[in-house]
């Protein structure tokens, strides 16, 4: 599985960016999605993610309400939707996949077996 996230760059606070994370490869029924973030210094952080169903989300409460994840099978393209954002969400953003994650394990990336290269999303005050 290579999955490769485009889409970051520089705006102002409030604005908006998608990126999109596409996925080549074989994808194994009940691989769980999602998206990640590394801001200088930290640690990785969890975004959001579908279940391993595909059928629900879960979001960080950093970002709820603001960023919206989705996807389109047909294009086997995942989707992180940023609105209203702020300049403490400047990071490096990183799509990922794995399979075998239990839904209580979503928001640890050490669970996540496949990372794209990531793309940096840089908010301005």
């Known amino acids: 599985v290579q999955l490769q996230a485009f889409g970051g760059g520089l705006v102002q606070a409030g604005g908006s960016l998608r990126l999109s994370c596409t996925v080549s490869g074989r994808i194994f029924s009940g691989m769980v999605m999602g998206w990640f973030r590394q801001a200088p210094g930290k640690e990785r952080e969890f975004v959001a993610a579908?279940?391993?169903?595909?059928?629900?989300?879960f979001t960080a409460d950093s970002v709820k309400g603001r960023f919206t994840i989705s996807r389109d099978n047909a294009k086997k393209t995942m989707y992180l939707q940023m609105n209203s954002l702020k300049p403490e969400d400047t990071a490096v953003y990183y799509c990922?996949?794995?399979?075998?994650?239990?839904?209580?394990?979503?928001?640890?990336?050490?669970?996540?077996?496949?990372w794209g290269q990531g793309t940096q999303v840089t908010v301005s005050s």
């Open positions: 579908f279940s391993r169903s595909g059928t629900n989300t």
């Open positions: 990922a996949a794995g399979q075998g994650i239990i839904q209580s394990s979503i928001r640890t990336a050490l669970q996540y077996d496949y």
